[in-house]
């Protein structure tokens, strides 16, 4: 064979093995492509899923946060609330006429069931323990020796010593525990779910 033979003979084999070799070559890229592409996909899909589960789970956390924040305001709202009716049910109280404050007066100290002590009046209350009221005590308790004294660090009610005890009939003290006894059933009437028809 003469050299030219042989060297197309080689260039035939080394065309037929760059075909064979560009043929592989395609092949392996088209299933690297088929595989990024499938791997994109699954990738794709699964940052989509966690990007919804993401956004889902914040979206939940900030109505959560926001329904917290409405059941704070609203609670305050009816605290407020309550507040407003208890003051206005204080005010009323302290603006009844003297004879029916009286009345309730001689009633407590009957109550405290004391016949002896001094009974320090309200700086406010002077029309009250009047001598209307001395003649009260007298005939609900005639056996009852009170002295009276004006106070100088509050304004309504009395508080009355006997011995070493205490009894306190301020008219705070007194509506601050009628309200702490209360406060539950105001607020259930006040906020009584509405029904509806």
Same mark, same amino acid.
């Given at each position: 064979?003469?050299?030219?033979?042989?060297?197309?003979?080689?260039?035939?084999?080394?065309?037929?093995?760059?075909?064979?070799?560009?043929?592989?070559?395609?092949?392996?890229?088209?299933?690297?492509?088929?595989?990024?592409?499938?791997? &994109?996909?699954?990738?794709?899909?699964?940052?989509? *899923?966690?990007?919804?589960?993401?956004?889902?789970?914040?979206? $939940?956390?900030?109505?959560?946060?926001?329904?917290?924040?409405?059941?704070?305001?609203?609670?305050?709202?009816?605290?407020? *609330?309550?507040? &407003?009716?208890?003051?206005?049910?204080?005010?009323?109280?302290?603006?009844?006429?003297? &004879? &029916? *404050? $009286?009345?309730?007066?001689?009633?407590?100290?009957?109550?405290?069931?004391?016949?002896?002590?001094?009974?320090?009046?309200?700086?406010?209350?002077?029309?009250?323990?009047?001598?209307?009221?001395?003649?009260?005590?007298?005939?609900?308790?005639?056996?009852?020796? +009170?002295?009276?004294?004006?106070?100088?660090?509050?304004?309504?009610?009395?508080?009355?010593?006997?011995?070493?005890?205490?009894?306190?009939?301020?008219?705070?003290?007194? +509506?601050?525990?009628?309200?702490?006894?209360?406060?539950?059933?105001?607020?259930?009437?006040? +906020?009584?779910?509405?029904?509806?028809?």
């Amino acid at each position: 064979m003469s050299i030219e033979g042989i060297i197309k003979k080689i260039e035939a084999v080394t065309e037929e093995r760059i075909a064979e070799i560009v043929k592989e070559v395609n092949s392996n890229i088209a299933e690297i492509q088929s595989t990024v592409i499938d791997y &994109e996909t699954k990738v794709g899909k699964k940052a989509d *899923l966690l990007a919804k589960t993401e956004s889902e789970r914040v979206y $939940r956390q900030t109505i959560n946060r926001a329904e917290a924040e409405m059941r704070k305001e609203t609670l305050a709202e009816k605290q407020e *609330l309550v507040r &407003e009716v208890f003051e206005k049910s204080y005010r009323k109280i302290l603006a009844l006429p003297p &004879e &029916e *404050l $009286r009345k309730s007066y001689v009633g407590m100290l009957v109550n405290f069931g004391e016949n002896e002590g001094e009974i320090i009046v309200g700086k406010d209350d002077t029309a009250v323990f009047d001598s209307n009221f001395d003649n009260m005590v007298r005939e609900s308790m005639p056996e009852s020796k +009170f002295t009276k004294k004006s106070a100088t660090d509050f304004d309504h009610g009395f508080m009355l010593i006997s011995g070493k005890i205490q009894f306190d009939a301020r008219a705070q003290s007194v +509506f601050a525990q009628i309200e702490e006894e209360l406060i539950d059933d105001v607020s259930k009437i006040l +906020f009584a779910p509405q029904s509806e028809g």
